[in-house]
């Protein structure tokens, strides 16, 4: 695609091409995890644009038109998806699996993105450890807790009085760094001499970039593979010991050591890169098709009575209502987090209410966006006695 007048931009993982144009998202919501309280307010909200660029050399993608002044840092997110069964099982199986390949009891693990405590609490309770944990968004009382947990309001000073660590864990951070090569380094200088090692996870581009992309939103600056994540982390000088997928291939993890820092080990990461780039290759027809096939069938299935719901309203489903949904042919919008409810979304102002709200609705039509969830909701829809069909977009 033309670049539209870009400056040409450097790789920021590997640094050893400039990054390619390759899709133009236009305009979308700069903040997928702020609700509103009125529909006016959500339809107001700042747009901001989305131009992806890739690297051919390591198959990191950016978006080429970020700004970062758009992003309130202080805003009033809520992105927990803790109230969901099926993820709070997915992070009891991460606790449980750190604790038993990873020696923590007795040490500290340092989280950077704790949201609201949930997941190093439990790590803290499982593994016998203390945490130190930061996050911007974390609402609760800062200090330590009777697990062992102390959770602080605000971002970890890298360049301030940061704690000495054992472990590292980061999840669904480093897609938000606007200098996610510089922010890995920062925390291997301060690890120093010290033998540390770390878990990271993040969206799965491998996953996003196949298919029709959902969550490549407007908060997300860069959007990793596996691949890319082993290169950055060991160009930034860690060891990386693990790479892969999880969570039915939405999120990809990276495993870390201080220990024999900058080797690049025995895992090869060239088929992982080689199929993402495949994948890039085709994401600009394969998106825009996309967003038609569902602007269609939501239209569709409206007039044919269907009632169809978007259950989901994270950062996903709003990329979907806005890219797929502007003329607000949904019945409902829901979640099952109750501080969503009556509250509305950016850029298209729906409405999120209780998924109990279906039970009277006469809906036979539910679209979901992250397939995770699929046997979760089906199994909901079916307590409540609603008879629809799941549909995934």
């Known amino acids: 695609m033309d670049s539209g007048g870009l400056t040409p931009r450097r790789c920021d993982c590997c640094a050893e091409a400039d990054l390619v144009p390759f899709s133009d998202l236009g305009e979308v919501p700069v903040e997928t995890g702020i609700h509103f309280a009125t529909e006016g307010e ?12 890739f690297c051919p050399s390591c198959a990191y993608v950016r978006n080429l038109a970020f700004d970062e002044s758009l992003i309130d840092p202080t805003a009033p997110t809520d992105m927990n998806l803790c ?10 199986q991460v606790v449980a699996d750190l604790s038993t390949r990873y020696a923590l ?14 997941f190093l609490r439990e790590l803290c309770a499982v593994a016998g450890c203390t945490g130190v944990g930061y996050d911007v968004s974390y609402a609760g009382p800062e200090g330590p807790d009777p697990s062992g947990a102390d959770l602080r309001r605000g971002p970890a000073p890298l360049d301030g009085d940061l704690p000495a660590f054992d472990f ?26 010290r033998r540390v090692a770390g878990h990271l996870q993040v969206p799965d581009a491998g996953y996003d970039l196949a298919t029709a992309g959902w969550e490549l939103i407007y908060p997300h600056v860069s959007a990793f593979n596996a691949s890319a994540l082993h290169r950055i982390a060991t160009r930034a ?12 291939g939405l999120i990809a993890y990276l495993e870390v050591s201080s220990d024999g820092a900058g080797a690049a080990g025995d895992i090869d990461v060239t088929p992982l890169r080689d199929r993402h780039l495949a994948a890039i290759r085709g994401f600009d027809r394969r998106h825009h098709a996309q967003r038609r096939r569902w602007r269609d069938t939501i239209a569709r299935l409206a007039d044919e009575g269907a009632r169809p719901v978007l259950w989901g309203a994270g950062s996903r489903g709003v990329q979907l209502l806005n890219l797929a949904d502007p003329d ?19 850029g298209t102002g729906h409405r999120v ?13 539910v679209v979901i966006t992250n397939p995770a969830y699929r046997t979760e909701i089906e199994k909901s829809l079916a307590d409540m006695g609603v008879s629809a069909t799941v549909l995934v977009a």
Do not use: M
């Open 42 to 53: 959500a339809t107001a909200s700042p747009l901001g644009r989305v131009i992806l660029g």
């Open 83 to 92: 109230h969901s069964a099926t993820f709070r099982a997915f992070c009891s």
């Open 105 to 118: 009891a007795g040490r500290r693990v340092l989280e950077i993105g704790s949201a609201q405590g949930e």
């Open 168 to 193: 590292l864990v980061s999840r669904f951070v480093l897609e938000h760094v606007t200098d996610p090569y510089g922010f890995l380094l920062r925390l291997r200088e301060r690890v120093g001499d």
């Open 237 to 248: 000088g860690w060891r990386v010991t693990a790479v892969g997928q999880c969570f039915s």
């Open 328 to 346: 607000r042919r949904f019945a409902a919008v829901v979640d099952v987090n109750p501080r969503k409810w009556g509250r509305y979304l950016p």
């Open 353 to 365: 209410d209780d998924p109990a709200c279906l039970a009277g609705l006469g809906t036979s039509a």
